[in-house]
C-alpha cells in the first residue's frame, strides 16, 4: 500500500468510527497484529526499545530503521513509524532512511531529546515544512505535540497544531491530551487527531466519539502482551 493509501484511511470515516493501528515492536508481533485483521500498523518507539533491552529515548538511529525496516518485512500491510524526533538527521536523510526501511508514514515529535525541552512551534513547523518538501506525498506525516507532556496550556496545544497542519502534517498527535481537548485541536488543525489510549474497546469507542480520528497505544500492547507473558511462564514455573 502506498501513502496515499495509508493517507485515505484517516478520511471519509464514519463518525466515531477512528482509524485504530496496533504498535508492534519486531516482526513477530506485527504478523499476530496484522493476522488480527488491522489494515495499518503504527510502531511505538517505546517499545521497540523495551524489546531492545533499552530505555525509550536511547535506541541509535541505525537500530531503530533496522528494527523499523524488520516488521515492514514481516507484513504486507503498511506500517507508520515513530522516529522520535527524527535523530538531528537533516530531512533529507531522515525522509531518505525512512524511505529505504518501506514505511508510508512516521511521527515526528516537538521535544528535542538532547535537551528535554519543547521546540519552538513556528521552529518546529519550519522542520516539518522541509521534512514535507523532501517527502513529497511519499510520507504521511504525523506530528506529536508534546505541550501537555510539558505542562503547556490547552492553547499552545492548538497553536501547534494549527501550524503543524499548515506545514504539511496529515495529522496530528497530541500525546496525553485530556480528553476533553480533543475536540478543539481537531478544530484548530483542520486535520485528523490521533489519540493515544489503553489497548481496550471502551477507550476506543469513547475517544472516537470525542473527536479522535486514529487511535494508537503507545507501548501498551506490548505492556499486556510481556505480562501475560509473564503469568504463562509463573504458571509453568509453579506447575
Request: charged share 25%; proline share 6%.
Amino acid at each position: 500500500m502506498t501513502a496515499a493509501a495509508f493517507r485515505a484511511l484517516h478520511h471519509g470515516r464514519p463518525a466515531g468510527g477512528p482509524l485504530v493501528l496496533a504498535g508492534p515492536w519486531d516482526a513477530g508481533s506485527a504478523r499476530a497484529f496484522a493476522d488480527a485483521g488491522f489494515p495499518a500498523l503504527a510502531t511505538p518507539s517505546a517499545a521497540v526499545a523495551a524489546s531492545l533491552g533499552l530505555a525509550d529515548g536511547d535506541v541509535p538511529a541505525a537500530e531503530m530503521f533496522a528494527a523499523v525496516a524488520r516488521v515492514v518485512r514481516a507484513v504486507d500491510v503498511p506500517v507508520s513509524a515513530d522516529l522520535e524526533d527524527g535523530y538531528g538527521l537533516p530531512p533529507r536523510e531522515l525522509v531518505e532512511r525512512a524511505l529505504a526501511t518501506g514505511v508510508v508514514g512516521c511521527n515526528l515529535e516537538d521535544t528535542d531529546r538532547r535537551t528535554g525541552r519543547l521546540r519552538n512551534p513556528r521552529e518546529q513547523a519550519e522542520r516539518l515544512a522541509a521534512v514535507r518538501a523532501e517527502a513529497g506525498d511519499a510520507l504521511f506525516l504525523n506530528a506529536r505535540i508534546d505541550s501537555f507532556l510539558h505542562g503547556a496550556s490547552d492553547e499552545d496545544a492548538r497553536e501547534r497544531a494549527r501550524l503543524y497542519a499548515m506545514a504539511g502534517a496529515d495529522c496530528v498527535y497530541p500525546i496525553t491530551a485530556p480528553e476533553e481537548a480533543l475536540a478543539g485541536i481537531a478544530e484548530a488543525s483542520g486535520i485528523p487527531v490521533n489519540a493515544l489510549a489503553a489497548p481496550d474497546d471502551s477507550a476506543v469507542r469513547r475517544l472516537g466519539a470525542l473527536g479522535a480520528g486514529r487511535i494508537t497505544f503507545g507501548k501498551g500492547m506490548y505492556v499486556r502482551a510481556m505480562a501475560a507473558a509473564g503469568e504463562m511462564a509463573a504458571g509453568l514455573r509453579s506447575a
